[in-house]
Each structure stands twice: as structure tokens, then as C-alpha cells.
């Protein structure tokens, strides 16, 4: 299996800050990886699909990057409602699926 | 609008089983690519199967043998047949469409829990 590591496990930021949070995959898998948020006792929600393609209707100030190995989701200002878990995903072959173990973007 | 409602979740013993049903509107199952993702009380998220448009499914190691996935196209309806339960099956369970095609999950339901106890 592929294994995705998130790090960091939590982040303090204020509002306004400039975040970065980065996936590291196991072996390669292009550009196919997803981000999501996730607030406590609701459903996922789509950031960023293909590694930097952003989700319709999702504000402009999430962006994505990356390929290979490596990838990191930005968010360029801290708002209120950001605070939540996120989670990247990986979907190199659809038998393989995997999900970082989250990251945890908590008020400083 | 795009609604996904799950269904069929309950308290079961250890060796039984349970089908989930994830009832869609606002789009057709049967030409989207679709998913079950779980997530154990405190946990992350795992995915646990998908069924192609084209009726192709896909498990997770974790489940493989003991769930099932399908559809009811006339219902436009996703289900999860879970059989030989486990404690570690204990999950919140969402279904979960891909419209893009490629893997990411763009509609999510609310979810169902499945509690596996005796």
C-alpha cells in the first residue's frame, strides 16, 4: 500500500496567517492527490482535487501543489471558519486508495 | 441539488451483518463513480470500496471478502452489504460520489454509524 504521512499533526495559526501543510507519499503518484476538510461530526469536504486543482465553489485562498512524492496544501489567509482537520488522499490506482492520518489547524 | 442520505447503520454483534443504502438525488449513481469511506470513532478517514459506472468494484484489503458493494440503478440507490463483522469495523460510514472520475470524492452523505459490539 502507499502510505501518506501529513505533517504537521497539528498546527496553531492565528487568523490571517499564511499556512502550509505538506503529504508526503510513499512512492510516486503523480499528480493524484486530493485535499479535504473536515469539522467535527460532518462529512468531509473537498478542497482540491488532481493536486492543485481547486474545487468549484471552494475559496481561492486554498491552493495546492505538487507532484511525485510530495505536496502541500495553502491556505494564504486564515479565516474563522477554516479551523478544522484536513486530510489528503491519494488515489494513484483506485485498488490502492489512502488517506493521510489528518492535520489538526487549531486557533493560536 | 446534489444530496446523498445514508441509511442502515445500527448496533450489531461481533460475526453479523448489516446492509447500508445511500439513496441519491440530484444526479444518476449508475454514471458516477462511487465510494464507501469509513472513519472509526476519534480516527481518520478509510476508504473501503468503490463501484465504477461501468459496474467494476474495488475493496480495501481491510474488508475484501466480507463487504459488498452495489447499486440499484432503478432506485438510484448505493449499498454496502457488511457480513462477518469485526470490532474494528466500528466506523462512521459515508458514501460518497466522484463525479471527477479520477478518484476525489466531490458529494459526501452524512454518514451512518455501525457500532459492532456484544
Known amino acids: 500500500d502507499i502510505q501518506m504521512t501529513q505533517s504537521p499533526s497539528t498546527l496553531s495559526a492565528s487568523v490571517g496567517d499564511r499556512v502550509t501543510i505538506t503529504c508526503r507519499a510513499s512512492q510516486s503518484i503523480s499528480s493524484w492527490l486530493a485535499w479535504y476538510q473536515q469539522k467535527p461530526g460532518k462529512a468531509p469536504k473537498l478542497l482540491i482535487y488532481d493536486a492543485s486543482s481547486l474545487e468549484s465553489g471552494v475559496p481561492s485562498r486554498f491552493s495546492g501543489s505538487g507532484s511525485g512524492t510530495e505536496f502541500t496544501l495553502t491556505i494564504s489567509s486564515l479565516q474563522p471558519d477554516d479551523f478544522a482537520t484536513y486530510y489528503c488522499q491519494q488515489y494513484n490506482s483506485y485498488s490502492l486508495i489512502t488517506f493521510g492520518q489528518g492535520t489538526r489547524l487549531e486557533i493560536k | 441539488e446534489v444530496q446523498l442520505v445514508e441509511s442502515g447503520g445500527g448496533l450489531v454483534q461481533p460475526g453479523g451483518s448489516l446492509r447500508l443504502s445511500c439513496a441519491a438525488s440530484g444526479f444518476t449513481v449508475s454514471s458516477n463513480y462511487m465510494s464507501w469511506v469509513r472513519q472509526a470513532p476519534g480516527k481518520g478517514l478509510e476508504w473501503v470500496s468503490v463501484?465504477?459506472?461501468?459496474?467494476?468494484?474495488y475493496y480495501a484489503d481491510s474488508v475484501k471478502g466480507r463487504f459488498t458493494i452495489s447499486r440499484d440503478n432503478s432506485k438510484n440507490t448505493l449499498y454496502l452489504q457488511m457480513n462477518s463483522l469485526r470490532a474494528e469495523d466500528t466506523a462512521v460510514y459515508y458514501c460518497?460520489?466522484?463525479?471527477?472520475?479520477?478518484?476525489?470524492?466531490?458529494?459526501w452523505g452524512q454518514g451512518t454509524l455501525v457500532t459492532v459490539s456484544s
Open positions: 460518497a460520489r466522484d463525479s471527477h472520475g479520477s478518484g476525489s470524492n466531490d458529494y
Open positions: 463501484i465504477y459506472s461501468g459496474g467494476s468494484t
